[in-house]
């Protein structure tokens, strides 16, 4: 299994942007699909955003659709997920997860082999 390593989580106001990193420690991350994942406290651990290891493909929440843009930087083996017009609907531990696949993403949890740790992400004015 990768290992994961997520950063960039913090607080911001309403209506601010974060942009979250995910970097494999081997970073062999161009070969996984890469979804992100977010858990606020007492609720279920949920699919944000996804992106398949060709690039063909991304997928969002509904919740975060036309607000959260996921992409990678292969010359850094990194993939990012920008977060703008932030509500403090979105507030809580966001997790990177990878699985090897080619031309799919999903933003089913049970989808995935590997999780990173989690960066809290925090919107308060």
Do not use: H
């Amino acid at each position: 299994q990768v290992q994961l390593v997520e950063s960039g989580g913090g607080l911001v106001q309403p209506g601010g942007s974060l942009r979250l990193s995910c970097a494999a420690t081997d970073s062999s991350l161009d070969y996984y699909a890469i979804g992100w994942f977010r858990q606020a406290p007492g609720k279920e651990r949920e699919g944000v955003s996804c992106i398949n290891q060709l690039e063909e493909s991304a997928d969002y929440a509904n919740s975060v659709n036309g607000r959260f843009t996921i992409a990678r930087d292969r010359a850094k083996a990194m993939v990012y997920l920008q977060m703008d017009s932030l509500t403090p609907e979105d507030a809580g531990i966001y997790y990177c997860a990878a699985t090897p696949s080619f031309r799919q993403c999903s933003l089913r949890r049970e989808w995935y082999k590997s999780w990173g740790q989690g960066t809290q992400v925090a919107v308060s004015s």
